[in-house]
């Protein structure tokens, strides 16, 4: 069978994941995720979008928020702000649960790739850090605490240049028949996994078809910051721009049909389709179309 790659962020890459694995056999797909926005909590270590992917294809997560556990409750967190604990960044009960055992793996010396089941970018410690007219911010800092209203000027990865691949990235990537750059934000999702110089250069040498689907819809993002991002350091949210972030890395660029007509980069295929994943079918429609311009279909 065909073995796709997908580099992925939370929200979005994790909801055309479930899509994909829908219409594909799980087993031959391998997820890349981003640890850049990884953070420890109460002295917990969370790793927010590969637990966006997690609960998502377990069928956990909470649709309505958009992130974390269905069905939570949060008398931990609130006993902890009793004693003085911070609790800007919302730990749910359930939720705490997979970071203590986490937390307690990587105490033991295991690495992280050997505690989820997606592949993290890498082992090493990569942190995104945002500069901002009010200051230079930790990801989730300024995404979750500042309710990431400062705009942003430039994204630099504390740790890029030392990062090696976790184990059997390179592998899978040198085996795909098909990578996907999953609908994600390409600053603060996709970035800090293209940050590790190996994968990117793996991407750049790639033998096989890579396709990115774009997070814009109308030129602008169904969630988070993704749009204003956009804007402010490339110029603009159409297909284009979208492009400019993954210059020599991809093939194919799906786009929204709320987005036909809109600037293109020649040196990309662009295909017009139904972006916005509204539902299950919506959801497994997009993957069927990632997989037919990836030739697999």
């Not at 786009?255 to 295909?271: F, K, N, Q």
């Amino acid at each position: 069978m065909p073995a796709i790659v997908v580099l992925s962020g939370g929200l979005g890459g994790a909801r055309f994941l479930r899509g994909l694995v829908e219409v594909v056999d799980p087993a031959d797909v391998t997820v890349i995720g981003n640890v850049g926005d990884d953070l420890e909590v109460l002295g917990l270590y969370v790793s927010p979008d590969l637990d966006s992917i997690l609960y998502t294809l377990a069928g956990l997560s909470d649709e309505e928020r958009g992130w974390g556990r269905g069905d939570e409750s949060w008398r931990a967190l609130e006993e902890a702000g009793r004693f003085g604990g911070e609790t800007w960044f919302q730990l749910g009960d359930r939720d705490i649960g997979l970071h203590l055992v986490r937390t307690e793996a990587l105490r033991r010396g295991e690495p992280l790739s050997a505690v989820t089941a997606e592949l993290p970018a890498t082992d090493g410690r990569l942190r995104s850090r945002v500069q901002t007219p009010a200051g230079e911010f930790g990801l989730q800092e300024w995404f979750v605490a500042r309710a990431h209203r400062d705009e942003v000027d430039s994204v630099r990865f504390e740790g890029g240049d030392e990062a090696r691949p976790a184990p059997g990235v390179l592998e899978a990537l040198d085996a795909a028949d098909l990578i996907v750059i999953a609908p994600s934000n390409p600053y603060i999702s996709v970035g800090p996994i293209l940050a590790v110089r190996e994968i990117r250069a793996a991407l750049e040498g790639r033998h096989v078809p890579a396709v990115a689907v774009s997070p814009m819809v109308g030129g602008l993002a169904i969630k988070g910051p993704a749009d204003r991002m956009l804007e402010r350091m490339a110029g603009g949210t159409t297909p284009a721009h979208v492009t400019s972030c993954y210059k020599g890395l991809i093939d194919v660029l799906l786009i929204d049909e709320a987005d036909e007509g809109a600037p293109l980069d020649p040196s990309v295929r662009t295909v017009v389709t139904k972006t916005l994943m509204t539902d299950a079918a919506a959801r497994r429609a997009l993957a069927q179309v990632v997989l037919s311009v990836g030739a697999l279909r």
